[in-house]
T-cell receptor, first 114, second 114 residues
C-alpha cells in the first residue's frame, strides 16, 4: 500500500560527513519534491524534478544536491552536514505539472547531526 | 516568489465549537491552495484543497473558502473533536510554466479543549 517510501526513517550522521537520503514511489508520478522541515516550522521546498528536469529553489544551499536516476527514485545528498541541517526531510510526489496535482508526502527521514 | 501568511499561530477552541484559520498569499498567479494536517512526528496529510476557479469547497465538517481578489483563503472546521487537535498548514502553488512546489504558511497549532 505504501505509495511514497523514504529510507531510512531515522538517520544520524556526523558533522561534515556526507549523507544520502532515499525516496521511492509506486505512483508513477512525474514530479518528485524534497522539503526540509525543521522543528516547529513549516516544510520548505528545497528542489523538485519534473521527469528529469531539475528545479532548484533560489535559496537552497549548495550543500544540498539531488539525483533522480529513474521515475521511481530520488535521492537527497547532503555533502557536508552542519548542525543546522538537522531536520525532517520530506519527499513528495505529484502527477501533474504546474501545481495542479495533489502532492503525496512520504513519512519523512529525521536527520540528526552530531 | 510566493509568500504565504497564516493566522493565528495557536488556536484553542472548546470541543464542538468551530475553528477558523486564515491565510493570505502574495502571488496572484497562484492557483492551487491545499490545507494539510500534521500530527506530531508524522507526515503532512492533505485534508482539503481548492483551485482558483472555485470560491468554496466543503467536505463533511471541513470547508475552505477562497477570495482571489483579496488573495486570501480560509479553513473552517465545524463541530470540532479531540482528534482534530494538530498543526494545520495552508499552502499555495502557482503555474510558473512548469512543476511547482508548495509554499507553506507557518502553521496553526489547533487545540481542542474537552
Amino acid at each position: 500500500d505504501a505509495m511514497v517510501i523514504q529510507n531510512p526513517r531515522y538517520q544520524v550522521t556526523q558533522f561534515g560527513k556526507p549523507v544520502t537520503l532515499s525516496c521511492s514511489q509506486t505512483l508513477n508520478h512525474n514530479v518528485m519534491y524534497w522539503y526540509q522541515q525543521k522543528s516547529s516550522q513549516a516544510p520548505k521546498l528545497l528542489f523538485h524534478y519534473y521527469d528529469k528536469d531539475f528545479n532548484n529553489e533560489a535559496d537552497t544551499p549548495d550543500n544540498f544536491q539531488s539525483r533522480r536516476p529513474n521515475t521511481s527514485f530520488c535521492f537527497l545528498d547532503i555533502r557536508s552536514p552542519g548542525l543546522g541541517d538537522a531536520a525532517m526531510y520530506l519527499c513528495a510526489t505529484s502527477r501533474n505539472s504546474q501545481g495542479q496535482g495533489e502532492q503525496y508526502f512520504g513519512p519523512g527521514t529525521r536527520l540528526t547531526v552530531t | 516568489g510566493e509568500n504565504v501568511e497564516q493566522h493565528p499561530s495557536t488556536l484553542s477552541v472548546q470541543e464542538g465549537d468551530s475553528a477558523v484559520i486564515k491565510c493570505t498569499y502574495s502571488d496572484s498567479a497562484s492557483n492551487y491552495f491545499p490545507w494539510y494536517k500534521q500530527e506530531l512526528g508524522k507526515r503532512p496529510q492533505l485534508i482539503i484543497d481548492i483551485r482558483s476557479n472555485v470560491g468554496e469547497k466543503k467536505d463533511q465538517r471541513i470547508a475552505v473558502t477562497l477570495n482571489k481578489t483579496a488573495k486570501h483563503f480560509s479553513l473552517h472546521i465545524t463541530e470540532t473533536q479531540p482528534e482534530d487537535s494538530a498543526v494545520y498548514f495552508c499552502a499555495a502553488s502557482g503555474t510558473g510554466g512548469g512543476a511547482d512546489g508548495l509554499t507553506f504558511g507557518k502553521g496553526t497549532h489547533l487545540i481542542i479543549q474537552p
